[in-house]
Nanobody, 121 residues
């Protein structure tokens, strides 16, 4: 069974920097991308950023200009760095394995356990 392990997160001050890392225990056939999602209490998970094997990246409008995604899809690793954190970035962040075709990312049902990020005001 594929396991995704996230690290990083915790309590960060407003204006600070968030660093998250994710490593999957193994590859999934046909996977060619990984991504980060976040979830607010009582809400659906929403896309934060994705990284495709060919280097293409995608960012949610809410984090554009503040976030950088990197990693090595062949090694099942993806990292997220987000600067200038805001209280509204407070959420549980999840790592995901998926498939990217053209500009669309299709999340598969492989998720990390989630890591809480709290931005203090």
């Amino acid at each position: 069974q594929v396991q995704l392990v996230e690290s990083g997160g915790g309590l960060v001050q407003t204006g600070g920097t968030l660093r998250l890392s994710c490593a999957a225990s193994e590859s999934v056939p046909r996977m060619n991308a990984m991504g980060w999602y976040r979830q607010y209490p009582g809400k659906k998970r929403e896309l934060v950023s994705t990284l495709a094997k060919d280097g293409r990246t995608n960012f949610a409008d809410a984090v554009k200009g503040r976030a950088t995604i990197s990693g090595d899809i062949d090694k099942n690793i993806v990292n997220l760095v987000m600067d200038n954190l805001k209280p509204e970035d407070t959420a549980v962040y999840y790592c995901n394995i998926g498939f990217q075709r053209t500009d669309l990312y299709y999340p598969w049902n492989y998720w990390g356990q989630g890591t809480q990020v709290t931005v203090s005001s």
